[in-house]
């Protein structure tokens, strides 16, 4: 990836191959180099027994094929693997079925006077380097530079991160290590990332660029006037010859250490809407096409439900820009807590969609997954301190607002913003529309404890309260985000503050309401500020799931928070890594400008997810921290939530101790995630480790009995819709 | 109560570090404001003793000045400079200074461009090469532009498209700088607008009879420069404080930066 000249387009608008349709033909685009490189067309005629020479599309830049794919120019492309253009959710890999293309990982290459003279000293810590590099990592370092990062800080960065760069405890004496980068970006990021290593560890080392590609670092290699370069294993073999590297660079003075697991290899893409329709998945699928006749290029199916023709916020002309955003994601995967008055659960577009604790047995009155609330299998009623949980809407406005944000494509009624979605209904509101903030801080702890990544608040209280400020937070530090109505006065909350709309936190977005037909003017009733109020969403005449079980038009911002909730949650299931902050800065810089009196604009779901999909946080790149977000005991068990923040690389796995006596260890995993122990004490302790066992980040927190989860309810201002 | 939520706010973003750990710098706002900062905070940890923690969320410059008002942030990322409507606390500190080019393929080296013709372009009245003095060319042109809300779409809208131009030009959409100039480094026919920093590999031209150069930037002779900094409610304390007057006198602050930018 970024080799020279590399292009990595993201086309924001489709150009029309309509013209082709009565000469369909699968093209491959492809740098000039094909025609020579085994893994090109050698290859495809060697092993896949097809020549793709008359569908060749030339690209001058080496790695353009993606924007190739986006420009209609081709229906394959070649894409080296460290492009994050690859984790586009529109694009596939296609699949290697008969082991043509040879792997190409990342490799130190190394002077053998220089490993001789420093000994294995060395070649541990450019080992440790490279362990941490893998193909996904490699493709986020790659987007820290499309973004507009140096290099040497991206490289130097990651280091830090994974504690192996910064100030070393000793200098090395020694000769000056010199390392040369290929001319282009990632081999520029590579370089200054194996510096920061030796670096960290008290080598002297400095970068320089070769000026040149492959042969100019072999040539300076032989020449000595660099100690190491980092290569690419596969195709440096083919270009010295030979069977073994090793051996190959022997002839060099240089020898290559231990491979990455990061690969930058040739690969063969396509859009998946047109891989789907051509039937094409692996490699000797093109059989088919390039051996005989040409085949012909399809569109995705649009979701089509009954009554969606009368949902003008989704329609093609709504700048929401909903139709592409499916074609990229559909909220697969990602739980959006609503919480509200309940939901209508079996209502026929929200049933394939409801959010189910796995961890509790319904109805047995226990609670069986001991997280403070009985039977919790749907989610949680906080507008009475009853253990058990009714979920029923007896007013209306929490089904609407699950509806806009996942309404199945089923074919049937509407469809909901992010149709794959899950809704987690936490009920805040009874049936007059009435709760108290105790409540709503409750109930945003349940949804960050229970895994929601994003949370609707389309309601409004009538005072601040610091509780749920203080459950905004915890949301934070737990990944989450905070959606909330800007409220219903069509006033400017700049000047009259309307809580929860106007907390001041990164994780809280502040939505306006906007009108039919296309939802560039401000609905009349919305609340708006320039400072208060980050986004405007379709909000006026909005037609969703009833409590009845049919159908309704509702209006209101507490239409629109749900609109810019279902967007997250495309996002968030675009790209699992990113968290609430990271949500929140995407919404805001990919929202088209307008002249409505809010900080960023209209949502745009189309680019919220493009951007999504190969977004790199800037806190990922920061050293691990841990937090204890909550210990709490019951009986002789304990349960401990931990969050690991930060670049969590180099973390092989955790250590939990009750007071000071070690009493689990485990894996690195996905974060947050919760440790049951089988033991109860005062204080828990969590490490984090490396792979040589040295404590990379640690957290501890006072272990507190469980209580009812519903201590919250009643309690607090009033709250409303 | 809003100043305590924030705090809070501010505490979680940094990970609720334990009280005895480095303070943290947050900010938010444009994002090409913020690959020059989080740039510059790499080089500073490694620069100072003690240094500071930093969270860098994203956005735009207005979202960025509005998250540093309301005290979400302790300062916004901008690529502008204060403008009437801003709130009338929040100071400006300039880390950089760059400008906005009109750019076209090398193969393509027209010389320079009116005011005249650029309105012609955006008004859809040009479209072949063959209309504009100084081109080699004869097929049509392909604009290439950025999103809107993009800092550099809003120089360019601002500096060199008249507020009675009609917007009749359909230009091919991408979402950065570097996106747009890998894309008009292919593209013989391409003519497009990119950030000072992105020109090395296409060809910029004379706007007006002034070249956009480090120079006629500096000197304020080209009409299309914009400076990137940050915004704070009131001057800068603290740990911010002693960042921004690192970046802005330190030689290795100033080598970062002139990697793309014209240091302040």
Same mark, same amino acid.
């Not at chain 1, 009874?430 to 990544?453: C, E, F, L, S």
């Given at each position: 990836?970024?080799?020279?000249?590399?292009?990595?387009?993201?086309?924001?608008?489709? #150009?029309?191959?309509?013209?082709?349709?009565?000469?369909?033909?699968?093209?491959?685009?492809?740098?000039?180099?094909?025609?020579?490189? !085994?893994?090109?067309?050698?290859?495809?005629?060697?092993?896949?027994?097809?020549?793709?020479?008359?569908?060749?599309?030339?690209?001058?830049?080496?790695? @353009?094929?993606?924007?190739?794919?986006?420009?209609?120019?081709?229906?394959?492309?070649?894409?080296?693997?460290?492009?994050?253009?690859?984790?586009?959710?529109?694009?596939?890999?296609?699949?290697?079925?008969?082991?043509?293309?040879?792997?190409?990982?990342?490799?130190?290459?190394?002077?053998?006077?220089?490993?001789?003279?420093?000994?294995?000293?060395?070649?541990?810590?450019?080992?440790?380097?490279?362990?941490?590099?893998?193909?996904?990592?490699?493709?986020?370092?790659?987007?820290?530079?499309?973004?507009?990062?140096?290099?040497?800080?991206?490289?130097?960065?990651?280091?830090?991160?994974?504690?192996?760069?910064?100030?070393?405890?000793?200098?090395?004496?020694?000769?000056?290590?010199?390392?040369?980068?290929? %001319?282009?970006?990632?081999?520029?990021?590579?370089?200054?990332?194996?510096?920061?290593?030796?670096?960290?560890?008290?080598?002297?080392?400095?970068?320089?660029?070769?000026?040149?590609?492959?042969?100019?670092?072999?040539?300076?290699?032989?020449?000595? !006037?660099?100690?190491?370069?980092?290569?690419?294993?596969?195709?440096?073999?083919?270009?010295? =010859?030979?069977?073994? $590297?090793?051996?190959?660079?022997?002839?060099?003075?240089?020898?290559?250490?231990?491979?990455?697991?990061?690969?930058?290899? +040739?690969?063969?893409?396509?859009?998946?809407?047109?891989?789907?329709? *051509?039937?094409?998945?692996?490699?000797?699928?093109?059989?088919?096409?390039?051996?005989?006749?040409?085949?012909?290029?399809?569109?995705?199916?649009?979701?089509?439900?009954?009554?969606?023709?009368?949902?003008?916020?989704?329609?093609?002309?709504?700048?929401?820009?909903?139709?592409?955003?499916?074609?990229?994601?559909?909220?697969?995967?990602?739980?959006?807590?609503?919480?509200? %008055?309940?939901?209508?659960?079996?209502?026929?577009?929200?049933?394939?969609?409801?959010?189910?604790?796995?961890?509790?047995?319904?109805? +047995?009155?226990?609670?069986?997954?001991?997280?403070?609330?009985?039977?919790?299998?749907?989610?949680?009623?906080?507008?009475?301190?009853?253990?058990?949980?009714?979920?029923?809407?007896?007013?209306?406005?929490?089904?609407?607002?699950?509806?806009?944000?996942?309404?199945?494509?089923?074919?049937?009624?509407?469809?909901?913003?992010?149709?794959?979605?899950?809704?987690?209904?936490?009920?805040?509101?009874?049936?007059?529309?009435?709760?108290?903030?105790?409540?709503?801080?409750?109930?945003?702890?349940?949804?960050?404890?229970?895994?929601? !990544?994003?949370?609707?608040?389309?309601?409004?209280?009538?005072?601040?309260?610091?509780? &749920?400020?203080?459950?905004?937070?915890?949301?934070?530090?737990?990944?989450?985000?905070? #959606?909330?109505?800007?409220?219903?006065?069509?006033?400017?909350?700049?000047?009259?503050?309307?809580?929860?709309?106007?907390?001041?936190?990164?994780?809280?977005?502040?939505?306006?309401?906007?009108?039919?037909?296309?939802?560039?003017?401000?609905?009349?009733?919305?609340?708006?500020?320039? $400072?208060?109020?980050?986004?405007?969403?379709?909000?006026?005449?909005?037609?969703?799931?009833?409590?009845?079980?049919?159908?309704?038009?509702?209006?209101?911002?507490?239409?629109?928070?749900?609109?810019?909730?279902?967007?997250?949650?495309?996002?968030?299931?675009?790209?699992?890594?990113?968290?609430?902050?990271?949500?929140?800065?995407?919404?805001?810089?990919?929202?088209?400008?307008?002249?409505?009196?809010?900080?960023?604009?209209? &949502?745009?779901?189309?680019?919220?997810? *493009?951007?999504? %999909?190969?977004?790199?946080?800037?806190?990922?790149?920061?050293?691990?921290?841990?937090?204890? *977000?909550?210990?709490?005991?019951?009986?002789?068990?304990?349960?401990?939530?931990?969050?690991?923040?930060?670049?969590?690389?180099?973390?092989?796995?955790?250590?939990?101790?009750?007071?000071?006596?070690?009493?689990?260890?485990?894996?690195?995993?996905? %974060?947050?995630?919760?440790?049951?122990?089988?033991?109860?004490?005062?204080?828990?302790?969590?490490?984090?480790?490396?792979?040589?066992?040295?404590?990379?980040?640690?957290?501890?927190?006072?272990?507190?009995?469980?209580?009812?989860?519903?201590?919250?309810?009643?309690?607090?201002?009033?709250?409303?819709? | 109560?809003?100043?305590?939520?924030?705090?809070?706010?501010?505490?979680?973003?940094?990970?609720?570090?334990?009280?005895?750990?480095?303070?943290?710098?947050?900010?938010?706002?444009?994002?090409?404001?913020?690959?020059?900062?989080?740039?510059?905070?790499?080089?500073?940890?490694?620069?100072?003793?003690?240094?500071?923690?930093?969270?860098?969320?994203?956005?735009?410059?207005?979202?960025?000045?509005?998250?540093?008002?309301? /005290?979400?942030?302790? @300062?916004?990322?901008?690529?502008?400079?204060?403008?009437?409507?801003?709130?009338?606390?929040?100071?400006?500190?300039?880390?950089?200074?760059?400008?906005?080019?009109?750019?076209?393929?090398?193969?393509?080296?027209?010389?320079?461009?009116?005011?005249?013709?650029?309105?012609?372009?955006?008004?859809?009245?040009?479209?072949?090469?063959?209309?504009?003095?100084?081109?080699?060319?004869?097929?049509?042109?392909?604009?290439?532009? $950025?999103?809107?809300?993009?800092?550099?779409?809003?120089?360019?809208? #601002?500096?060199? &498209?008249?507020?009675?131009?009609?917007?009749?030009?359909?230009?091919?959409?991408?979402?950065?700088?570097?996106?747009?100039?890998?894309?008009?480094?292919?593209?013989?026919?391409?003519?497009?607008?990119?950030?000072?920093?992105?020109?090395?590999?296409?060809?910029?031209?004379?706007?007006? =009879?002034?070249?956009?150069?480090?120079?006629?930037?500096?000197?304020?002779?080209?009409?299309?420069?914009?400076?990137?900094?940050?915004?704070?409610?009131?001057?800068?304390? /603290?740990?911010?404080?002693?960042?921004?007057?690192?970046?802005?006198?330190?030689?290795?602050?100033?080598?970062?930066?002139?990697?793309?930018?014209?240091?302040?």
């Amino acid at each position: 990836m970024l080799r020279p000249g590399a292009l990595a387009a993201v086309l924001l608008v489709v #150009v029309s191959t309509a013209a082709e349709a009565q000469t369909p033909r699968v093209r491959l685009a492809a740098a000039s180099d094909c025609q020579q490189n !085994r893994n090109c067309a050698p290859g495809l005629r060697r092993v896949y027994g097809i020549d793709p020479t008359a569908s060749l599309v030339r690209l001058k830049v080496a790695d @353009a094929g993606i924007q190739a794919l986006d420009d209609g120019l081709a229906e394959v492309a070649v894409a080296f693997s460290s492009n994050p253009q690859l984790s586009r959710p529109d694009v596939l890999a296609l699949r290697d079925d008969r082991h043509m293309i040879s792997s190409d990982h990342i490799v130190p290459i190394v002077r053998t006077s220089l490993l001789e003279r420093y000994g294995p000293a060395l070649r541990r810590r450019l080992d440790a380097a490279s362990r941490l590099l893998t193909t996904l990592r490699l493709r986020g370092l790659n987007q820290e530079v499309i973004d507009g990062r140096l290099p040497e800080a991206v490289g130097g960065e990651f280091m830090d991160a994974n504690a192996l760069g910064g100030e070393p405890a000793h200098r090395r004496s020694g000769p000056r290590i010199v390392i040369g980068f290929q %001319s282009f970006a990632e081999n520029e990021t590579l370089a200054h990332m194996y510096a920061a290593a030796l670096r960290g560890a008290g080598f002297r080392a400095t970068v320089r660029d070769l000026h040149g590609l492959r042969p100019k670092a072999v040539s300076e290699m032989r020449a000595g !006037r660099i100690g190491m370069w980092p290569g690419y294993s596969g195709s440096l073999l083919g270009y010295l =010859g030979g069977t073994s $590297l090793k051996r190959g660079l022997a002839r060099i003075g240089a020898q290559p250490l231990a491979l990455s697991p990061a690969q930058d290899r +040739n690969g063969f893409a396509m859009k998946r809407d047109v891989a789907r329709a *051509l039937g094409i998945a692996k490699l000797s699928d093109l059989a088919r096409f390039w051996a005989k006749a040409p085949g012909s290029r399809g569109a995705a199916r649009a979701l089509a439900d009954a009554r969606q023709g009368e949902q003008w916020a989704v329609g093609p002309s709504s700048l929401l820009d909903l139709p592409g955003a499916w074609k990229l994601s559909q909220g697969a995967g990602v739980a959006v807590a609503v919480v509200d %008055s309940g939901t209508r659960l079996d209502h026929s577009d929200l049933a394939p969609n409801v959010w189910t604790n796995f961890g509790e047995v319904p109805g +047995n009155g226990i609670d069986d997954d001991n997280n403070g609330f009985v039977d919790d299998v749907h989610g949680v009623d906080l507008t009475t301190i009853a253990p058990q949980q009714d979920l029923s809407d007896g007013n209306g406005h929490g089904t609407h607002v699950a509806g806009i944000i996942a309404a199945a494509a089923n074919g049937r009624g509407v469809v909901g913003v992010a149709p794959r979605a899950k809704i987690m209904t936490v009920k805040v509101l009874d049936a007059q529309g009435r709760g108290t903030t105790g409540a709503v801080a409750d109930g945003i702890r349940y949804a960050v404890a229970n895994g929601a !990544r994003i949370i609707n608040l389309s309601l409004k209280s009538e005072a601040p309260d610091p509780r &749920v400020d203080a459950a905004i937070a915890e949301a934070l530090t737990a990944r989450a985000l905070v #959606v909330v109505a800007a409220g219903n006065d069509g006033t400017d909350i700049d000047r009259t503050p309307s809580y929860p709309a106007s907390v001041p936190a990164p994780n809280l977005l502040a939505v306006a309401a906007t009108a039919p037909a296309e939802g560039r003017g401000l609905a009349a009733f919305s609340n708006y500020g320039v $400072l208060s109020v980050q986004l405007a969403a379709p909000g006026e005449e909005i037609l969703s799931t009833s409590h009845d079980g049919g159908f309704v038009v509702e209006s209101g911002t507490s239409m629109a928070a749900p609109m810019t909730s279902g967007v997250a949650a495309l996002m968030a299931s675009a790209n699992r890594r990113i968290g609430g902050v990271e949500l929140r800065s995407l919404l805001l810089q990919s929202a088209t400008r307008s002249q409505l009196p809010v900080a960023a604009g209209y &949502v745009d779901a189309l680019r919220a997810v *493009l951007a999504a %999909s190969t977004a790199v946080g800037y806190d990922a790149s920061q050293p691990p921290r841990l937090q204890v *977000l909550q210990a709490t005991s019951k009986g002789g068990r304990t349960l401990v939530q931990l969050a690991a923040l930060g670049s969590t690389a180099a973390i092989r796995r955790y250590v939990v101790t009750l007071d000071g006596r070690r009493v689990a260890r485990m894996a690195a995993r996905a %974060s947050p995630f919760t440790v049951a122990l089988r033991r109860k004490g005062a204080r828990v302790g969590v490490q984090a480790l490396d792979a040589s066992g040295r404590t990379l980040a640690r957290a501890q927190l006072r272990v507190q009995a469980l209580r009812s989860g519903k201590r919250g309810a009643g309690r607090g201002g009033r709250v409303g819709t | 109560m809003r100043w305590a939520a924030a705090l809070a706010a501010i505490a979680a973003l940094a990970g609720a570090a334990p009280a005895h750990a480095a303070p943290t710098i947050t900010m938010s706002g444009s994002v090409v404001t913020r690959a020059l900062v989080a740039d510059l905070a790499y080089f500073y940890r490694h620069a100072v003793r003690d240094p500071p923690r930093f969270a860098l969320a994203g956005g735009v410059s207005a979202t960025g000045i509005a998250d540093a008002e309301r /005290g979400v942030v302790s @300062a916004g990322m901008v690529v502008r400079g204060p403008l009437p409507g801003d709130p009338a606390d929040l100071v400006f500190t300039r880390l950089a200074l760059s400008g906005v080019c009109l750019v076209t393929n090398l193969a393509n080296p027209v010389p320079a461009m009116t005011r005249a013709e650029v309105q012609d372009i955006v008004a859809g009245r040009v479209t072949s090469w063959s209309q504009i003095p100084g081109s080699t060319r004869t097929d049509a042109i392909v604009p290439i532009g $950025l999103a809107p809300g993009a800092g550099t779409w809003q120089v360019f809208q #601002v500096s060199f &498209v008249d507020v009675g131009t009609p917007l009749a030009y359909a230009p091919i959409t991408l979402a950065t700088d570097l996106q747009a100039r890998d894309y008009i480094e292919q593209t013989p026919a391409a003519f497009g607008y990119l950030d000072l920093s992105m020109t090395g590999a296409v060809h910029a031209m004379r706007y007006e =009879g002034v070249g956009c150069t480090r120079a006629a930037i500096r000197s304020g002779a080209y009409p299309a420069a914009r400076p990137l900094g940050v915004v704070t409610r009131g001057r800068p304390r /603290g740990a911010l404080a002693r960042f921004l007057r690192w970046a802005t006198t330190s030689p290795v602050a100033r080598r970062v930066i002139a990697t793309r930018y014209l240091p302040v």
